[in-house]
Nanobody, 123 residues
Framework: QVQLVESGGGSVQAGGSLSVSCTAS????????MGWFRQAPGKEREFVGVISDGGSNTVYADSVKGRFTISRDNAKNTVYLQMNSLKPEDTAVYYC????????????????WGQGTQVTVSS
C-alpha cells in the first residue's frame, strides 16, 4: 500500500512558475513509476507526464512539453512537478499517481493516487 500526498499548489499569473510535490509513504516508492495528471473543471482527468522508477526517463504530454519538468528524489520518497510559462489553460487540480507500468498514460494503469492540489493560473 502506498499513500500519496500532494502539496505546493496555489495561484500564479500567466507566464509564471509553480512547483508541486508529492510525498509517498512506505518503503517501495523507488519501485514505482510516478505520473502526474490534472483535471480542469468540467473536463476529464488527463495525463501530464511520468518519470521512471529510477528517475532517468520522463515522458510528457504535448501540451506541457518544454514547460513542465518532472523529477524525483527516492531518498525523500518525493516526486516533483516544476511548471514554467504557465497558461490559464493549465488551471486544474493536479494529481500524482504510482504505477508499475512504464510510460503509463491511462488512469486505469495507475495503482495509487494522491488527493490532488489546486493550481490556478490567471490571465
Amino acid at each position: 500500500q502506498v499513500q500519496l500526498v500532494e502539496s505546493g499548489g496555489g495561484s500564479v499569473q500567466a507566464g509564471g512558475s509553480l512547483s508541486v510535490s508529492c510525498t509517498a509513504s512506505g518503503r517501495t516508492f523507488s519501485t514505482y513509476h510516478m505520473g502526474w495528471f490534472r483535471q480542469a473543471p468540467g473536463k476529464e482527468r488527463e495525463f501530464v507526464g511520468v518519470i521512471s522508477d529510477g528517475g532517468s526517463n520522463t515522458v510528457y504530454a504535448d501540451s506541457v512539453k518544454g514547460r513542465f519538468t518532472i523529477s524525483r528524489d527516492n531518498a525523500k520518497n518525493t516526486v516533483y512537478l516544476q511548471m514554467n510559462s504557465l497558461k490559464p489553460e493549465d488551471t486544474a487540480v493536479y494529481y500524482c499517481a504510482a504505477s508499475w507500468q512504464w510510460k503509463a498514460t491511462l488512469i486505469r494503469q495507475y495503482n495509487y493516487w494522491g488527493q490532488g492540489t489546486q493550481v490556478t493560473v490567471s490571465s
